[in-house]
């Protein structure tokens, strides 16, 4: 006797017991059964089939009527069992990108993990929250032998794995690129030849480099197209944009870009952020850059590390805890 047969047999035992004693030891058995079905895949029709076979052999009378209504369940059940089926398969799948996407959020947070240099001249406070489960924002410091600390924050235009993909591939192409660290224009003129040769053209990254050096408290610096940060002028307690021009990464390989420089005193600030941070939105639309600012005021006397988070979880609470974008904020605070 085969499975089929097998099971054919039980069912029919468990359902003439039940008929004649509807007692709970019978429905017991039923469930039993069902069971052993799910484990050979019996499917709900064939089931169906097999309670009408049972039910016209133990009762040969049975009105044409009520046998014919198990057909009409019949066809119910075979549509419903189509459509079950390829609901457990897409929702397999889908469990199965779930957990190669947390996966890949994983090695990609261990690929771009930086460590923010301590030095007497500088605090330096950054976070960088993903909108989804993987990061399309970068930032990363250098420290050379000199002391002076390097810089740099990219984003680019769009979300989820395509654009992880990329902040991997600048990072890589900045760490191979030490010795032209010192000239922030040199640095995003070799990225854009990277990136021009690597990144589909749909694909665009803006950037913004910076270099601090303490001994002269010079920041010099370079843009890409990034978002321009803010410069905190503690004398005259008064901020400013930090424009920068420069063309996105990866439009022209011959791009030049132009290189800044500014004297950082005492108190002085210099902020730097990913769109994310300005593209805040409330009911009323984006946030306004004075309003951003304000958040920084308020927040102004925190060391650089606290300010960053308390400015990101005050704009969190502003959006209802639903961030649209990936968010990356970093401040460079002057203690010299």
Request: with cysteine; hydrophobic share 35%.
């Amino acid at each position: 006797m085969d499975i089929r047969e097998n099971m054919e047999k039980k069912y029919h035992e468990a359902l003439s017991t039940y008929l004649k004693d509807q007692n709970e030891q019978a429905l017991y058995q039923g469930q039993k059964i069902s069971r052993l079905h799910i484990k050979y895949n019996i499917s709900p029709e064939e089931i169906i089939s097999m309670h009408k076979n049972n039910l016209m052999e133990l009762y040969p009378e049975l009105p044409g009527k009520v046998l014919d209504s198990f057909d009409f369940l019949l066809e119910v059940m075979m549509g419903y069992g189509i459509a079950y089926r390829e609901h457990q398969s897409l929702r397999h799948q889908q469990q199965e990108l779930k957990t190669e996407i947390e996966i890949a959020a994983n090695v990609q947070h261990t690929l771009l993990e930086t460590e923010i240099p301590d030095i007497k001249a500088l605090e330096i406070g950054a976070i960088s929250v993903p909108a989804r489960q993987m990061n399309g924002d970068y930032y990363h410091f250098v420290q050379d032998e000199n002391e002076r600390i390097g810089v740099g924050i990219a984003d680019v235009i769009g979300k989820g794995i395509p654009a992880a993909l990329c902040m991997s591939m600048i990072k890589y192409a900045m760490d191979s690129l030490p010795e032209h660290r010192h000239e922030p224009k040199s640095v995003l003129e070799s990225l854009n030849r990277v990136v021009e040769h690597n990144v589909d053209p749909s694909m665009f990254i803006t950037m913004f480099y910076g270099l601090y050096d303490p001994h002269d408290r010079q920041f010099s610096y370079a843009s890409a197209g990034h978002e321009p940060g803010f410069y905190y002028d503690a004398a005259t307690d008064t901020f400013s944009d930090l424009d920068a021009k420069g063309l996105l990464l990866g439009v022209d390989k011959k791009t030049r870009y132009r290189q800044y420089e500014k004297t950082v005193n005492r108190g002085d600030m210099i902020i730097l952020l990913s769109d994310g941070v300005t593209e805040c939105r409330t009911n009323d639309g984006f946030i306004e850059r004075e309003t951003l600012i304000g958040f920084i005021k308020k927040n102004m006397h925190l060391q650089a590390q606290e300010m960053v988070n308390n400015i990101y979880k005050q704009l969190e609470k502003m959006q209802n805890f639903q961030l649209r974008d990936d968010f990356t904020l970093i401040i460079l605070k002057s203690n010299v």
